[in-house]
């Protein structure tokens, strides 16, 4: 069968590009598909195997390979344009516009879900505010596109024959705003590449891309005011505000290669979590390194850590990290101050084996199996 997959851009190597990695893997004869590809060709090579994509008009607009986020509007009209009239089987790699994509009856289209829109439905308000669009006649058009956008969304909730979410969370809001139900695969991490170590150095880290959700700032402020020792690799535009809030307790690393990450990593007493993540790659691999995750206790961290609330028990044979229920400065640091009175109980090779749930290896029979099931019964019923 003839196999097209639609992805909504490809600007950088991240977790998504990772899933696409892996699809690349299981079936190596898609023809791909996107809003906008300015992939470099080493990220090419691994993910798309050196093929090219079929791109959108947006492609083709001034900047429209790196200022692409300013044609939103015109997203679902370019999604739309994509021909795919070919192709028996569609799978859709999508967080923003891709599940849209117009298939016939006798076509399978499967939706590999990130998340819904996030900045058009649940982080509406966060985002309006954070981009500061809450106000003047720029604020009016962009809250009128994004309500044409989560329009447009609904409207596209049946095109899709199955849904497949990244996590139980993402599978609710799929419930909650398409009313669909999923099927839930893990994403792949690379667990493998973060290998266990026995010695854990006095200090605490972090690793992220320095943006307003991932909360780095309440991190950073936390760590602060315990002065506790914290390393905090990552760069992004809420950098300079991060790095006046640090104080001396704190070392911002910026960006650092993989192996130099991956070094810290192994040897801190716990990684530092604080945003409410669809999945969240980063928790998992720190796992991988056998270090425990003290994280904010919802969305994906949820489903990825073995953890418990300060007051809680912590089981030695299962528990993997500490949970603080609240994003502020006080929870966290009643978190850290639990997890130290109770650090011993922690041990490396239970969060390691927690870790290898997520595996590269799983994730791929586990998406192949699913989808040629779902691909036998579909055939079956036609």
């Not at 760590?223 to 790095?243: C, E, H, M, Q």
């Not at 530092?272 to 425990?292: K, L």
């Not at 969305?299 to 229920?325: R, Y």
């Not at 502020?328 to 109770?342: P, Q």
Request: charged share 25%.
């Amino acid at each position: 069968m003839k196999k097209a997959l639609i992805h909504d851009w490809y600007t950088v190597y991240g977790g998504a590009e990772r899933c696409v990695e892996s699809f690349t893997n299981i079936w190596d004869d898609f023809d791909h598909f996107s809003l906008i590809d300015n992939l470099s060709q080493k990220h090419r090579d691994v993910i798309l195997k050196g093929k090219h994509t079929k791109n959108s008009f947006v492609q083709k607009l001034p900047f429209g390979k790196t200022k692409y986020r300013s044609y939103l509007p015109l997203f679902p009209l370019a999604i739309e344009e994509l021909d795919l009239t070919d192709y028996e089987l569609v799978i859709s790699s999508s967080s923003s516009v891709a599940k849209g994509v117009l298939t016939r009856p006798d076509q399978l289209h499967i939706s590999y879900v990130y998340s819904p829109v996030r900045y058009a439905w649940d982080l509406y308000s966060q985002y309006i505010k954070e981009a500061k669009l809450d106000r003047g006649i720029k604020g009016f058009f962009a809250r009128y596109f994004l309500f044409k956008l989560r329009l447009w969304d609904y409207s596209t909730a049946n095109r899709p024959d199955y849904y497949i979410a990244i996590s139980k969370y993402v599978a609710k809001r799929i419930k909650k705003i398409y009313n669909k139900e999923s099927i839930v695969i893990y994403p792949p991490v690379d667990t493998a590449s973060f290998t266990l170590t026995t010695s854990t150095s006095d200090y605490y880290i972090t690793c992220s891309r320095m943006v307003p959700y991932k909360k780095i700032d309440l991190i950073v402020e936390a760590f602060s005011k315990t002065n506790k020792k914290l390393i905090v690799i990552g760069d992004g535009p809420d950098y300079k505000k991060i790095k006046k809030l640090a104080g001396p307790s704190v070392d911002l690393k910026g960006y650092i290669e993989k192996e130099e990450m991956q070094k810290l990593i192994k040897h801190a007493r716990a990684f530092i979590f604080a945003a409410e993540e669809d999945f969240g790659i980063a928790p998992i691999e720190a796992q991988a390194c056998g270090v425990p995750v003290i994280a904010y206790g919802k969305g994906g961290a949820l489903e990825t850590i073995q953890g418990v609330f300060p007051g809680e028990d912590i089981i030695s044979t299962i528990s993997t990290g500490i949970f603080f229920d609240n994003q502020n400065v006080n929870s966290l640091i009643e978190a850290l101050e639990y997890f130290e009175k109770n650090e011993s109980l922690f041990k490396k090779e239970i969060i390691r084996l927690n870790a290898e749930r997520f595996s590269i290896n799983r994730f791929e029979k586990e998406f192949k199996d699913t989808v040629e099931n779902v691909y036998k019964n579909w055939k079956e019923a036609q």
